[in-house]
């Protein structure tokens, strides 16, 4: 009966997991096919089609890149971001001790605005940093007389590139007027490190990427820290601090602006560049980040239930989203090394009591494409989306998921214990020189 039980728990568990991940895949992949491109990627992601730049004007984009320390990339990220002539840029410099207010006030320029702020209100997050950035930005579009329906904030992390021509294919999107937030893809700079950056800009690239196109036809693709485009109306009608205190403060907007009625969306023709963190140990300490804010993200099942704007598929899908770590993850973690022991059980009763191995090894075909599909399917797509990258080397890292899943075994269960013992500090991500990274 215990067995049985375990088996039907496992079934389950796969079942869930790898039917919401082909499900956003298939619709990513189709979508990919309706705008009639392959995304085949060579290096940076450079995106070019007829009728770029249709509709950039009409809008009026705020970058707003929070810093702790980040002296080592800031420049570059606002010198690039300074490329396009209207854009503004916000740092947000929260009390750093490096040379990152020196390093912003070096490039001496009236598109950039330095907000400080200064210990005991700074440090406490993500979130109020952005918030005191959108208070400037919203000082300055009313200074110059700008309709806050046409403003576009842009979230960027300290080491972010947007890919050329990004803004000529994101704000079109907002011509329609639903459309509340767009996220843009991520890529890994630094992906040839080693093979931890390599296994990341898998993870980015092959897998998140394209199932966030498939939310995109459902308007609830989830928003991250980097890359991310929000209306500034948007934004306001969330009142004057749209960003909370939670570890994952561009999850809880994403949630914030569907219970709002607000579409969010992704697009194909540009993406974000971002640094990876290159050891086991930064690894854990950003996953265990990335898990405890999820796990608490879904403690608002019961508001997208609640609201009237969101649809009953939308609701679905959001809802098994946030519940990836605690249907998922956490329980997998422990029903993987039951299942491994019982093929391995199973295996050898057959061939000491001569049973059924035929029967045995079809069992054992199909648990391995339950779990690995999903990381099979992404090794395809991975080498589609980068032909640099031989397919040997893909399917190599589809199976490297026996080894990183430890990584995020550990850091989903520490995040666990963070919770039950009302731990919600914020540990910031280490930069990587950009001359070495």
Request: glycine share 8%.
């Amino acid at each position: 009966m215990i067995i049985a039980i375990l088996d039907t728990m496992g079934t389950l568990i796969l079942g869930f997991g790898s039917g919401c991940f082909f499900a956003m895949m298939w619709r990513g992949v189709r979508r990919l096919k309706q705008e009639g491109t392959d995304l085949s990627v060579q290096g940076d992601a450079v995106y070019e089609r007829p009728g770029q730049g249709r509709g950039q004007d009409s809008y009026h984009v705020y970058a707003v890149i929070p810093c702790l320390n980040e002296q080592t990339v800031i420049a570059s990220t606002v010198r690039r971001l300074l490329d396009d002539a209207d854009m503004t840029v916000v740092v947000v410099d929260d009390a750093s001790d490096d040379n990152t207010t020196h390093a912003v006030q070096e490039l001496r320029s009236d598109r950039v605005c330095l907000v400080r702020r200064e210990l005991p209100q700074a440090r406490l997050g993500k979130g109020p940093a952005l918030n005191a950035g959108l208070t400037q930005v919203r000082q300055l579009a009313g200074e110059r007389g700008q309709d806050r329906n046409q403003v576009i904030v842009l979230v960027m992390d300290a080491d972010g590139r947007l890919s050329d021509g990004a803004l000529a294919e994101v704000l079109p999107l907002f011509d329609n007027e639903r459309i509340g937030g767009v996220q843009l893809g991520v890529r890994i700079r630094n992906r040839n490190r080693n093979f931890w950056t390599r296994f990341q800009d898998f993870q980015f690239w092959a897998m998140s990427a394209i199932t966030q196109l498939g939310r995109a036809g459902l308007g609830t693709t989830s928003l991250g820290g980097n890359g991310q485009f929000t209306r500034l109306c948007a934004l306001n009608e969330l009142g004057t601090e749209p960003w909370n205190a939670s570890l994952t403060e561009d999850l809880d907007l994403a949630i914030s602006l569907s219970l709002n009625g607000w579409s969010l969306t992704a697009t194909p023709y540009a993406s974000v560049d971002q640094q990876a963190v290159e050891t086991v140990k930064a690894l854990v300490r950003q996953r265990t980040r990335w898990y405890q804010g999820h796990m608490l993200a879904g403690r608002r099942i019961g508001e997208i239930w609640g609201s009237d704007h969101i649809e009953a598929r939308q609701g679905l899908e959001i809802s098994a989203y946030l519940g990836i770590p605690w249907v998922l993850d956490l329980p997998w973690s422990i029903m993987w090394h039951y299942f491994v022991i019982a093929m391995i059980w199973r295996w050898n009763q057959a061939l000491v009591f001569s049973q059924d191995r035929v029967s045995l090894l079809l069992l054992i075909v199909v648990w391995y494409l339950l779990a690995f599909g999903p990381s099979l399917a992404s090794a395809f797509v991975y080498h589609k989306r980068d032909h640099t990258v031989p397919m040997a080397t893909c399917l190599l890292l589809s199976h490297a998921f026996l080894i990183t899943n430890y990584v995020f075994y550990f850091a989903a269960w520490k995040a666990l214990l963070r919770i039950l013992s009302d731990q919600n500090g914020w540990e910031k991500t280490d930069r990587a020189n950009e001359a070495t990274a």
